[in-house]
């Protein structure tokens, strides 16, 4: 099947929700979060169909959900993972923080759900920063019924601040609430370094250098990211947007996302063939040309300052 020469798609993601159930420091999408978006999640038919569609074409190695909490939505959740299953595709993952509902048929349901549906990796959330307001009752009694189904893969992932060797209230409150899951002899994964994005910025700026921008740094060089020319990695947004690091490229509720990946091309997208041509400096150039003003000195990254200009971009589009 004939297909784009900027993309190999090799993992899948979909943001099954903005919602969730939990109200974290350094969440990057709380803005969506609290918006009128929040009421949107990937529909379940289209997500299977995505997944079938992307497993014809590349061979694509890892589907994952996550949220929000993508367990407010499991039938979207287990729809993506049986397809990947039918398809497939070796690694079907699931990031939750375990806190859905309360009702202790519905966790025990909805965990056998995700086994029946090929879940084979669950990324469980547990840190200062969830169980700042998930209680971590709930948590335990979703884990066990989870254990209980013998998913493959069933693995802790805490959020460090800076890093795990740094000395905080945060990371040592994280080592209290990982040491009260050992009894029941849960693999701790390394988790993730919180990066300043979203409201990290906000709530732990002090934990982290000022803003210094370097504008050599490319896409590829920054967390999460990686070359627009060279893409292995298509998310899928509650609205149904398909996205390449941030860029939306279509969208599968209106048309097919064999059609969408098949004419993508970065170079037709101004913004894109800046970043691509000459980097953050290329973009903000262009912003100049547009007569758009980007102050760059809370930027931490040139993703920050692709986010402010492509906004900007895309203000004036929609006017």
Same mark, same amino acid.
């Given at each position: 099947?004939?297909?784009?020469?900027?993309?190999?798609?090799?993992?899948?993601?979909?943001?099954?929700?903005?919602?969730?159930?939990?109200?974290?420091q350094?969440?990057?999408?709380?803005?969506?979060?609290?918006?009128?978006?929040?009421?949107?999640?990937?529909?379940?038919?289209?997500?299977?169909?995505?997944?079938?569609?992307? #497993?014809?074409?590349?061979?694509?190695?890892?589907?994952?959900?996550? %949220?929000?909490?993508?367990?407010?939505?499991?039938?979207?959740?287990?729809?993506?993972?049986?397809?990947?299953?039918?398809?497939?595709?070796?690694k079907?993952?699931?990031?939750?923080?375990?806190?859905?509902?309360?009702?202790?048929?519905?966790?025990?349901?909805?965990?056998?759900?995700?086994?029946?549906?090929?879940?084979?990796?669950l990324?469980?959330?547990?840190?200062?920063?969830?169980?700042?307001?998930?209680?971590?009752?709930?948590?335990?009694?979703?884990?066990?019924?989870?254990?209980?189904?013998?998913?493959?893969?069933?693995?802790?992932?805490p #959020?460090?601040?800076?890093?795990?060797?740094? *000395?905080?209230?945060?990371?040592a409150?994280?080592?209290?609430?990982?040491?009260?899951?050992? *009894?029941?002899?849960?693999?701790?994964?390394?988790g993730?370094?919180?990066?300043?994005?979203?409201?990290?910025?906000?709530?732990?700026?002090?934990?982290?250098?000022?803003?210094?921008?370097?504008?050599?740094?490319?896409?590829?060089?920054?967390p999460y990211?990686?070359?627009? *020319?060279?893409?292995?990695?298509?998310?899928?947004?509650?609205n %149904?947007?398909?996205?390449?690091c %941030?860029?939306?490229?279509?969208?599968?509720?209106?048309?097919?996302? #064999?059609?969408?990946?098949?004419?993508?091309?970065?170079y037709?997208?101004?913004?894109?063939?800046?970043?691509l041509?000459? %980097?953050?400096?290329?973009?903000?150039?262009?912003?100049?040309?547009?007569?758009i003003?980007?102050?760059?000195?809370?930027?931490?990254?040139?993703? *920050?300052?692709?986010?402010?200009?492509?906004?900007?971009?895309?203000?004036?589009?929609?006017?």
């Amino acid at each position: 099947m004939n297909t784009t020469p900027y993309m190999t798609i090799r993992r899948i993601e979909f943001m099954v929700t903005y919602r969730c159930t939990g109200a974290c420091q350094h969440c990057s999408v709380s803005d969506c979060r609290n918006s009128p978006d929040a009421k949107n999640f990937v529909r379940p038919d289209k997500a299977a169909e995505a997944v079938a569609q992307l #497993a014809e074409m590349f061979d694509v190695s890892s589907v994952m959900t996550f %949220g929000g909490e993508p367990l407010l939505h499991p039938e979207t959740v287990c729809a993506v993972h049986r397809a990947a299953a039918d398809a497939g595709i070796p690694k079907r993952q699931v990031i939750t923080n375990g806190c859905f509902t309360k009702n202790e048929d519905r966790i025990r349901t909805v965990a056998e759900s995700l086994y029946s549906a090929g879940v084979n990796d669950l990324l469980l959330s547990v840190d200062a920063f969830h169980q700042r307001t998930i209680p971590l009752d709930i948590v335990r009694r979703f884990a066990e019924e989870v254990q209980r189904t013998g998913l493959t893969q069933f693995r802790l992932q805490p #959020a460090w601040l800076v890093n795990r060797a740094h *000395d905080n209230p945060y990371n040592a409150e994280t080592e209290r609430i990982l040491a009260s899951f050992r *009894d029941m002899g849960l693999t701790e994964n390394e988790g993730n370094d919180i990066f300043m994005a979203g409201d990290a910025v906000k709530n732990f700026a002090e934990y982290y250098p000022a803003p210094c921008l370097e504008l050599s740094d490319t896409c590829g060089s920054m967390p999460y990211t990686e070359p627009l *020319d060279r893409v292995t990695n298509l998310s899928v947004n509650p609205n %149904g947007d398909a996205v390449v690091c %941030g860029f939306m490229i279509g969208n599968i509720y209106r048309e097919p996302v #064999a059609e969408i990946v098949r004419r993508y091309n970065p170079y037709e997208n101004e913004a894109m063939r800046a970043i691509l041509e000459n %980097g953050a400096a290329g973009l903000l150039n262009l912003a100049a040309e547009k007569g758009i003003d980007v102050d760059t000195r809370d930027c931490y990254s040139v993703c *920050d300052v692709c986010r402010k200009v492509c906004g900007q971009l895309g203000k004036r589009e929609s006017v």
